[in-house]
């Protein structure tokens, strides 16, 4: 499967986003999806998962600002971002994975999108 993230941009703190994944290659209805996030110099860091069955988990710290949401008739998954802040500024990726359980690890991700760079203004 292929996955190209796009939505990304520059925004003013306090203002929304909404990132979108689309995949291309095969369908992603039995996938888990995921997005993460990196800031140059820094780890990848985990920042959504939704399974299947549309159950959804967002890191601790994002989840009252973050939502994960998926289109299996559209093979897309979207990342609802309110509230920015300039410290959510980076590159987001979003990736698919086999595994059934939950997954906030890079390591258990299959596939990569390319990224797509959000930059935050304060």
């Known amino acids: 499967v292929q996955l190209q993230a796009s939505g990304g941009g520059l925004a003013q703190a306090g203002g929304s986003l909404r990132l979108s994944c689309a995949a291309t290659?095969?369908?992603?209805?039995?996938?888990?999806m995921g997005w993460f996030r990196q800031v140059p110099g820094k780890e990848r860091e985990f920042v959504a998962t939704i399974s299947r069955n549309e159950y959804t988990y967002v890191a601790d710290s994002l989840a009252d600002r973050f939502t994960i949401s998926r289109d299996n008739g559209k093979n897309t998954v979207d990342l609802q971002i309110n509230k920015l802040m300039p410290g959510d500024t980076a590159v987001y990726y979003c990736a698919a994975s086999s595994k059934y359980t939950i997954a906030t690890q890079s390591s258990q991700y299959d596939y990569w999108g390319q990224g797509t760079l959000v930059t935050v203004s304060s």
């Open positions: 290659g095969r369908t992603i209805r039995d996938l888990r």
